[in-house]
C-alpha cells in the first residue's frame, strides 16, 4: 500500500495540520487554502428492476479546507449518496468530483481504496465497531491492516483514545461501553491515520440530546485544534448549527447552502 501514498495524494497527506511545523494560524486560516473538495454537475441513478431513482441530480458542491460542513435534508433526499459519491465509496454517473485537485475518475479502484484508508476517516451512525475487539484493539486494527508495525499502531491507537477522553476505557469490550463512549471509540478509529477529511454520517443519529451535544463538542474541538475537514450528515437542527455551514438537500438537489448561524 505504501507505494501509493507517492502518487498525486502527496499534496493532501502534506498540507499543513495544526501541531506541525508548517502550521500558521488557527482553522479560518487553513480555510484559506481554498477547496479540498469540490463536485461539479454529479449525477448518481439508481437502477432497481423497474424503479430509478435520481439520487443525485446536477449536483455541484466544494468544501474548503479546515470547513466543517453539516448536510441536512429529510429521509432519501441523497445525503448518503452525497458521502458515498464525493468519498469514492460509490461511483456517479455523471459529473466531476476531485479531492485536493486530482479528479476521482482518474484513479483506479485499488489507489481509491487505498487513499481511503490513509487520507479519509469515516463515521456511522451505528459505530460499527468489532465486538470481539477492545476498544484499543478496534482502534489499533486499521492501523495494522494499513502496515504499521504493531508497536507504532498500539501507541497511536493509546494516544486517540486519550484525544476521544477514553484512555482509562482502553480495555473495554464495546458492549461494556456507553453508546456515546462508542461513537468516541469509532471516532479515534476514524482519526487513527490522522485523515485530512473525516466523513460522518448520523454520528449523534443513535445517542440521546447530551450525548450528541458531547459528540459535537467533540468533534469541533478537534476540527479546531487540528484543522481537519469535517463533512457530516445530521437530522438535528442543534448538531447541524455546531457546523460552520449547512447543506440542505431535497430530492436529489442541494437546496441552499447558509452559514450556520444565519
Ligand atoms: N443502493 C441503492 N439502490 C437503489 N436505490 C438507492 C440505493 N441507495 C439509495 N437509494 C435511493 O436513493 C435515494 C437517496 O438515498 P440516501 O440513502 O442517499 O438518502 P438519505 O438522505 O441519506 O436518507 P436518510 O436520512 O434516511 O439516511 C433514496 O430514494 C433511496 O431509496
Ligand atoms: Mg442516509
Request: charged share 20%; hydrophobic share 40%; glycine share 10%.
Amino acid at each position: 500500500m505504501a507505494h501509493l501514498r507517492h502518487s498525486g495524494w502527496g499534496c493532501l497527506r502534506n498540507m499543513p495540520v495544526k501541531g506541525d511545523p508548517d502550521f500558521e494560524g488557527d482553522g479560518e486560516s487553513l480555510m484559506d487554502n481554498g477547496p479540498i473538495i469540490s463536485a461539479t454537475g454529479v449525477m448518481k441513478t439508481y437502477r432497481s428492476r423497474e424503479v430509478v431513482v435520481e439520487a443525485l441530480n446536477d449536483v455541484s458542491f466544494e468544501v474548503m479546507s479546515g470547513e466543517m460542513v453539516a448536510v441536512m435534508g429529510p429521509s432519501g433526499s441523497g445525503k448518503t449518496t452525497l458521502l458515498n459519491c464525493m468519498s469514492g465509496l460509490d461511483s456517479i454517473d455523471a459529473g466531476d468530483v476531485s479531492i485536493a485537485g486530482q479528479l476521482l475518475r482518474t484513479m483506479s479502484d485499488d489507489a481509491l481504496s487505498d487513499y481511503r484508508a490513509s487520507s479519509m476517516g469515516f463515521v456511522f451512525q451505528a459505530y460499527n465497531l468489532l465486538p470481539v475487539l477492545s476498544a484499543q484493539e478496534n482502534v489499533e486494527l486499521p492501523l495494522v491492516l494499513a502496515g504499521n508495525p504493531q508497536k507504532q499502531a498500539s501507541e497511536r491507537a493509546a494516544a486517540k483514545l486519550e484525544l476521544v477522553g477514553l484512555a482509562d476505557r482502553a480495555d473495554h469490550l464495546p458492549a461494556e461501553l456507553s453508546g456515546g463512549q462508542q461513537q468516541r471509540v469509532a471516532i479515534a478509529r476514524a482519526l487513527a491515520n490522522d485523515p485530512a477529511i473525516v466523513w460522518a454520517d448520523e454520528p449523534t443519529g443513535n445517542l440521546d440530546s447530551t450525548n450528541a451535544a458531547d459528540i459535537m463538542d467533540l468533534l469541533v474541538r478537534l476540527n479546531n485544534e487540528h484543522g481537519q475537514t469535517f463533512v457530516l450528515v445530521t437530522h438535528s437542527e442543534d448538531v447541524g448549527g455546531r457546523a460552520h455551514r449547512i447543506v440542505r438537500m431535497s430530492d436529489g438537489v442541494i437546496v441552499s447552502h447558509s452559514d450556520s448561524s444565519s
